[in-house]
């Protein structure tokens, strides 16, 4: 790694939307090899976060640090060339194209390809397969993304970002709108990309499941970060079940 210090370090984050401060001077701490959660009820501001710091949206105020580099004022696609990737709320992959042509079509500048069947080499194709067995999809990489179910989709997505080679993923709800039965290869697959190597800082809503699989828990609540610690901590913090129950 570049530096030693914290993967990730947010300090004084600030994203107002006229006059609603939607991230109000936040400051988050994602440690390397982590995998870290922010929860948070509806509306406190972990997508903005999000947003700014995979560079989507611009802070108002805020300074971001990244494997040591400042980056709040770089550009998305630069900041996913230093090793910053995302997955979102809702998948974004072309219903109408293969699995396969669909993890091969993020481009490193932060394009999408146009032209897929001339513009992927053997090795991309090669990596974008391993990728596919990796999150269990290998059998599907012809099928039609659209024809996948929801959960199925979200792996692909996964398997996308994955070709960038990031060193920390962003996850936004990763389990939500995927079937139970999905959810045990899902959390499987993020604990193995993990101890291979990649940190994950994951919004989710679903609590037993960030329990389970997180550490530290980061929980927001006005656009800010009320507490931190490690799950079993964060389970019976009475600040932490005041913001849910209170809002
Ligand atoms: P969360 O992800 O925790 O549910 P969000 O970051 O989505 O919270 O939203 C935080 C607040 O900012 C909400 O009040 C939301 O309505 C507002 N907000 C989010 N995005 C925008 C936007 N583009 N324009 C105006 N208000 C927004």
Redesign the pocket.
């Known amino acids: 790694p570049a530096s030693t210090g914290p993967l990730l370090e947010v300090r004084g984050a600030t994203k107002r939307?006229?006059g609603?401060t939607?991230?109000d001077g936040a400051d988050l701490t994602v440690e390397r090899g982590s995998i870290t959660a922010l929860i948070?009820?509806?509306?406190?501001?972990?997508?903005?976060?999000?947003?700014l710091i995979t560079g989507t949206?611009a802070a108002d105020a805020g300074t971001i640090t990244f494997d040591g580099k400042r980056i709040e004022k770089l550009p998305p696609w630069s900041r996913g060339h230093l090793g910053l990737g995302r997955t979102f709320q809702v998948t974004r992959l072309f219903k109408d194209m293969t699995v396969l042509q669909n993890v091969v079509a993020p481009q490193p500048d932060g394009k999408l390809r146009t032209m897929l069947a001339d513009a992927v080499s053997g090795s991309e194709a090669a990596r974008a397969r391993e990728l596919l067995d990796i999150v269990g999809l290998g059998s599907f990489e012809q099928q039609k993304a659209g024809a996948l179910s929801y959960g199925q989709q979200k792996l692909v997505e996964l398997a996308q970002v994955l070709m960038l080679e990031p060193q920390l993923i962003l996850l936004d709800e990763p389990a939500g709108g995927v079937n139970p039965s999905l959810l045990g290869r899902l959390t499987e697959v993020i604990r193995e990309l993990n101890r291979s190597g990649i940190t994950f800082l994951i919004?989710e809503h679903n609590i037993p499941l960030v329990l389970d699989l997180c550490d530290p828990v980061h929980v927001?609540a006005r656009?800010a970060c009320i507490a931190s610690g490690p799950p079993g901590q964060i389970r019976n913090d009475p600040v932490v079940l005041d913001a849910y129950l209170g809002d």
């Open positions: 939307f006229g609603l939607a991230v948070g009820p509806n509306g406190s501001g972990k997508t903005t976060l999000f947003n949206m919004v927001f656009g």
